[in-house]
């Protein structure tokens, strides 16, 4: 059973467009990072949040953190063919820092 | 900063060989280091924790037998597949917690390509 469940599992859109993955779970988590991994290569971090309610930008990247620091959100604006990737959220819930992974959304930008 | 390297990054082995794969934190020192694997399509499965100077601690269903991990110092942890068998191919990758930083932030290594015969 995932403790973090992603959706959607894949998108494909049109450079230009945006787009929206979100990250659920039933669980509290002191804190959430979002990474983007490309074959054959580990994954990058993007961003970690850890206030409920947060909200950070990176460039076209926005990513939210739910109030109740159960849910979280990514959303790109007018998305580039370098957007894409496998996007992983993963969320920490005991003191070693251990992290439960999403199952991923493969993110596909088709200029 | 926060570069995390690991060492090969591509290994083809003889089943029943021993492959060692090195993971290392360049500008940190990290008190914590954990080992994942990947197969194709799919998200990261966690296989083990492991701390400096002790004993890495495993998931369940992870034979510490046959993955050995050892973390000699801050900036070096090692995971020794022994007697590789083909159904042991797969991704292999690193992550090192950095405590300096936002507490529960992981930096990953780029990953091993395993590929038994």
């Known amino acids: 059973t995932q403790l973090l469940e992603q959706s959607p599992q894949f998108l494909s859109i049109q450079e230009g467009e945006n787009l929206t993955v979100y990250c659920n779970s039933s669980s509290v988590f002191s804190s959430l990072q979002w990474y983007r991994q490309e074959p054959g290569e580990g994954p990058v971090l993007l961003v970690t949040v850890v206030t409920g309610g947060e909200v950070k930008k990176l460039k076209r990247l926005t990513f939210q953190f739910g109030d109740a620091r159960k849910d979280s959100s990514l959303h790109i604006t007018a998305a580039q063919p370098g957007d894409t990737g496998l996007y992983l959220c993963a969320g920490s819930t005991d003191s070693w820092g251990k992290l439960q992974f999403g199952a991923g959304t493969q993110v596909v930008v088709t200029p | 900063g926060a570069v995390v390297s690991q060492h090969p990054s591509r290994v083809i082995c003889k089943s029943g060989t021993s492959v060692k794969i090195e993971c290392r934190s360049l500008d940190f020192q990290a008190t914590t280091m954990f080992w994942y694997r990947q197969f194709p399509k799919q998200s990261l499965m966690l296989m083990a924790t492991s701390n400096e100077g002790s004993k890495a601690t495993y998931e369940q269903g992870v034979e510490k037998d046959k993955f050995l991990i050892n973390h000699a110092s801050l900036t070096l942890s090692t995971l020794t597949v022994t007697s590789a068998h083909p159904e042991d191919s797969s991704f292999y990758i690193c992550?090192?917690?950095?405590?300096?930083?936002?507490?529960?932030?992981?930096?990953f290594g780029p990953g091993t390509r395993l590929t038994v015969l």
């Open positions: 992550s090192a917690r950095d405590g300096g930083r936002v507490a529960d932030t992981q930096y």
